[in-house]
Nanobody, 114 residues
Framework: VQLVEPGGGLVQPGGSLRLSCAAS????????MSWYRQAPGKERERLAT????????NYEDSVKGRFTISRDNDKHTVTLQMNSLKPEDTAVYYC????????WGQGTQVTVSS
């Protein structure tokens, strides 16, 4: 199982960023996918999950209305579109596959700062 998350970076408050996660090694269309983040000194928190194969999303209140999760079952990718970013969104962002065992991406740093 491999989850690869290119992207991330520095963005100004109010800006947008798109994160992608490329999955391999399992039947992607059969697995719910999620995005998490972990800020310094804080616990890792779930942001959004998208079901399989129907692609129904659900979000934590902290990102609802600003972030959008989507999946492409043909390309084996899950994407997190982040809009109206705030400094408190600064964190390492992780892709997660809902497999019977823990399956995490390596994480990508997102910094929201002017």
């Amino acid at each position: 199982v491999q989850l690869v998350e290119p992207g991330g970076g520095l963005v100004q408050p109010g800006g947008s960023l798109r994160l992608s996660c490329a999955a391999s090694g399992f039947t992607f269309r059969s697995v719910a996918m999620s995005w998490y983040r972990q800020a310094p000194g804080k616990e890792r928190e779930r942001l959004a999950t998208i079901t399989s194969p129907g692609g129904i999303p659900n979000y934590e209140d902290s990102v609802k209305g600003r972030f959008t999760i989507s999946r492409d079952n043909d390309k084996h990718t899950v994407t997190l579109q982040m809009n109206s970013l705030k400094p408190e969104d600064t964190a390492v962002y992780y892709c997660y596959a809902g497999l019977p065992f823990p399956a995490w991406g390596q994480g990508t740093q997102v910094t929201v700062s002017s």
